[in-house]
């Protein structure tokens, strides 16, 4: 994931404007379940007010 969005060029120039993507949240889930060994909702779920 993270090379295809490398490999795709700038929308505009550093500081001239900005895009939403969600590119970012995916790589925290990956790296969340990579370091937990356990599913992102799962460590979610364990980690808020919700899983108390």
Do not use: C, I
Not at 2 to 10: C, G
Not at 30 to 52: C, I, K, N, P
């Amino acid at each position: 994931m993270v090379r295809l969005a490398l490999s795709k060029p700038p929308r505009f120039e550093p500081g001239a404007g900005w895009s939403y993507s969600n590119t970012n949240y995916v790589l925290a889930k990956l790296l969340v379940e990579s370091v937990t060994g356990h599913s992102y909702a799962d460590e979610m779920q364990r980690r808020t007010a919700a899983g108390r």
